[in-house]
């Protein structure tokens, strides 16, 4: 599945929130999680500073802050937990359909936000961007490889038995001999089920390396 990691200037979709960034421009604000409900978003955030007092505070003093609860903090770290019903951040992702994959980060007035979908949703996502005019760039983009999607359950199992016995280790402490031994198969079978595993690793491995050469 494609994942993408995009840098996006926060003055542009929430002001507010990136505001309070640019006053602690130092501080690393962590959004961990949101609810978006009908009329507002339940978030919590965690900003590691050198200032949690002052930033915490802040946030309780902002008017679209409507609640506000300090769950944590240290000399170094504040959690908190806010409601707000201004939640324009999160229409370009509403509207793509997309969700984040958490954290997404706040620092010095900009996102960083990385999304997981089909390459439809994705580009949908940066769409919606580019109509609301808000300034972005992609800092990645790769494709992630679930083993059940690319490998059969057999090319699984032998490529997870090969590295439990040790055989890509150097030097290698397990045969392929002794490896179909393991499996109940003859070394053959083995020889030819363990190359059919490697060759679609190794494919999709260069694909992926190929189309990222080629997105820079």
Known sequence: MPQITVKLNGMAVDGWLAEISTEFPD?????????????????????????PGDLAARFESTPEVDSFERLHSDDRMVLIRFSTSSTESFDPLSRSKNISVYPTTLRDGWFTVTLIASHERLSKYTDELTAAEIPYRVLSLAQ???????????????????????????????????????????????????HRAESRIIRAFVDDGV?????E
């Not at 978006?36 to 500073?49: P, Q």
């Not at 189309?211 to 997105?215: K, M």
């Open 27 to 51: 501080s690393e604000l962590r959004i961990l999680a949101t609810q978006v409900r009908d009329v507002d978003a339940l978030v919590i955030l965690e900003a590691r500073t050198s200032s």
């Open 211 to 215: 189309s990222g050469d080629a997105r």
């Open 144 to 194: 992630s490889y679930d083993s059940s999607e690319l490998l059969t359950d057999r090319q699984s199992e032998i490529i997870s038995r090969a590295i439990e016995c040790g055989y890509y280790e150097a030097p290698r402490s397990c045969t392929v001999t002794e490896l179909s031994a393991l499996l109940g198969i003859h070394k053959s079978a083995a020889s030819r089920l363990l």
